[in-house]
């Protein structure tokens, strides 16, 4: 299938002071390091527990705090962007993560620390957005494009893959806020190069931000994200009703107000294209199946096979730098294989990896996980290269920042939404060594089906053909 191509808009051509590979360069480096800041927890959250005298029921929310933040403003953020600037959104969205991570490192207590890692995930949230919208500037033609995108989702994986053994190693040489001291200097750093190596773009179109439309959407989602993570400690309680209830009230006074405004946040006429809602879907099952095993299964390793916290980070790295690798020379794929049918392609391979891995928790033995680690890892390069590309190329190319922060968003809350069935399912029969072996069987079955129906799903959302005219 022939990839589409966008039509360019004076203020989305690339100018002559444009700097493609800096802007690349920077772009992707700020992506992996808000990856390594999402991902750090897999591996210190005992440590930073016991430091900050967490309780177990508030565990969930020293890993959560950041994709709440990043699902909530994702969309805002890709929107706002396209509007007010791109390089403007980046390089604050940049220099805001350094500052709050190297909060965070300083955070006396829980509650602190998680409203550091919520400002974390708003202030990455900007970054990829921003980043999606200034490569589509900077990078005008199809083949730069499909480079440009694939070498960015590569470092999505090739964060991903060092946050945990970064974030593992530094606090086995001095504690765990180091690590976050660090990712936050290096954070501050890349914003210092930014403004020099990128060239400012917005959206071309008139009329004033959907200000009303993004605050109610943020809201609606801050609500969502909460009642999932809240969920976690049971489902039939009072709060959970009240957040998901606040969430389809403002739910629709989004709708009410997007349909209402000269100049939306999100043109819902895209709904109706099948390019955007395979962009969207990918996302969302890319976290239901994807994201929210692999941030579960540090834990169970740990728990039902033994594996020391550098030992599971090693382990993930298998996985995660395998998808780095192929999401790099997946562009090679560009022109023989669409977006959609890659990202096809990457949920099958999943679901074949998990169904290599049914009852390696119960044997013991982590050998046993190699060859789904490998096989999944070769999936996720597929998706984590598709997904940023089809997010760009399925919206017009004025509102490159929004198809991003659409298409993440999804990916997020998808995330938040997998992680809690995950723990769900694998928790429902009991915490015991036997029932979790049991119950990690439970959540590769669920992962594994999840996977396939995304598969099923996008092969049918094809772009329709033109109908011919009567003569």
Not at 5 to 22: C, E, G, I, S
Not at 179 to 189: E, I, N, P, Q
Not at 221 to 237: E, H, K, S, Y
Not at 243 to 255: D, E, Q
Request: a positive charge.
């Amino acid at each position: 299938m022939p990839q589409p191509v966008l039509t360019k808009t004076p203020q989305d051509a690339a100018p002559t002071a444009n700097r493609p590979a800096a802007t690349l360069a920077v772009t992707s480096a700020a992506t992996a390091v808000a990856l390594m800041t999402y991902t750090a927890p897999m591996i210190t959250l005992g440590d930073t527990a016991a430091s900050l005298h967490t309780a177990l029921s508030s565990q969930a929310w020293l890993l959560n705090g950041t994709p709440l933040g990043l699902a909530a403003l994702l969309l805002v953020a890709g929107s706002l962007a396209d509007d007010y600037g791109r390089r403007r959104a980046f390089v604050l969205g940049t220099f805001a993560l350094g500052l709050t991570t190297i909060l965070g490192a300083l955070a006396p207590n829980t509650l602190l620390f998680t409203l550091a890692r919520v400002t974390q995930g708003a202030s990455s949230a900007a970054i990829i957005a921003a980043s999606l919208g200034l490569l589509v500037h900077a990078f005008p033609t199809p083949a730069g494009r499909i480079r440009a995108t694939g070498v960015w989702g590569a470092f999505v994986s090739g964060g991903i893959a060092l946050g945990p053994v970064a974030a593992g190693g530094i606090a086995r040489l001095a504690d765990w806020r180091w690590s976050y001291a660090v990712l936050g200097g290096a954070t501050l750093l890349v914003a210092a190069l930014a403004p020099r190596a990128l060239t400012e773009s917005r959206s071309p179109r008139a009329g004033r931000p959907d200000l009303p439309g993004a605050l109610a959407l943020g809201l609606a989602l801050v609500a969502l994200l909460a009642a999932l993570t809240l969920g976690r400690d049971g489902w039939l309680r009072a709060p959970i009703g009240v957040l998901l209830a606040a969430t389809a009230v403002l739910l629709a006074a989004f709708v009410v107000i997007e349909r209402r405004s000269a100049t939306p946040m999100l043109d819902l006429s895209l709904l109706r294209r099948p390019l955007f809602l395979a962009s969207t879907a990918g996302g969302l099952f890319t976290g239901l199946s994807v994201i929210a095993l692999f941030s579960y299964v540090p834990t169970l390793v740990q728990h039902t096979m033994d594996v020391t916290p550098m030992g599971t980070a090693g382990l993930f790295v298998i996985w995660s730098g395998t998808s780095f690798l192929v999401a790099l020379q997946a562009r090679r794929l560009a022109g023989r294989v669409s977006p959609r049918h890659q990202l096809a392609v990457g949920f099958v391979l999943h679901a074949l990896a998990v169904a290599t891995m049914l009852g390696a928790a119960g044997s013991g033995l982590w050998t046993r996980l190699l060859p789904g680690l490998v096989v999944s890892g070769i999936g996720s390069g597929l998706l984590n290269a598709a997904l940023p590309l089809l997010a760009v190329e399925s919206v017009p190319a004025g509102r490159a920042a929004m198809g991003s922060g659409a298409g993440n968003t999804a990916r997020y809350i998808g995330s938040a939404a997998g992680v809690a069935l995950m723990i769900a399912v694998s928790t429902s029969t009991g915490t015991s060594r036997h029932a979790l072996d049991r119950g990690t069987n439970t959540a590769l079955l669920v992962s594994g089906a999840l996977a396939l129906a995304a598969a099923g799903l996008l092969l049918a959302l094809r772009e329709r053909a033109p109908r011919r005219e009567r003569a």
